[in-house]
């Protein structure tokens, strides 16, 4: 109901800067939440940053300061802008939506991923 598609991935060095960007289709007026998440190899999935519609935003401790989330409502569009990049920020990113199917059924939506990989 709700699909994601990112891009904006790939091979930096160590101190670069990355924009990933989510596109959301299909029930766009009933998302709440977007943001993204990560996984690096061997590593649980884990909060990157999220968003709110009404502009609450929330970030990982590993990422203050260096990342920053932003979101297009008109568009239905998330950015995730990643400067100060390290090479433990290495990872698959992806972009997450929480929405309603129901005013009380919340659903879950991920992308593809992309993969982020930054060098020494």
């Known amino acids: 109901q709700v699909q994601l598609v990112e891009s904006g991935g790939g091979l930096v060095q160590a101190g670069g800067s990355l924009r990933l960007s989510c596109a959301a289709s299909?029930?766009?007026?009933?998302?709440?939440?977007m943001g993204w998440y990560r996984q690096a190899p061997g590593k649980q999935r884990e909060l990157v940053a999220t968003?709110?519609?009404?502009?609450?935003?929330n970030y990982a401790d590993s990422v203050k300061g260096r990342f920053t989330i932003s979101r297009d409502n008109a568009k239905v569009m998330v950015y995730l802008q990643m400067n100060s990049l390290k090479p433990e920020d290495t990872a698959v990113y992806y972009c997450?939506?929480?929405?309603?199917?129901?005013?009380?059924?919340?659903?879950?939506?991920w992308g593809q991923g992309t993969q982020v990989t930054v060098s020494s």
């Open positions: 997450y939506a929480r929405w309603h199917r129901t005013p009380i059924t919340l659903i879950d939506s």
């Open positions: 299909g029930s766009i007026f009933n998302i709440n939440t």
């Open positions: 968003s709110t519609s009404d502009g609450t935003t």
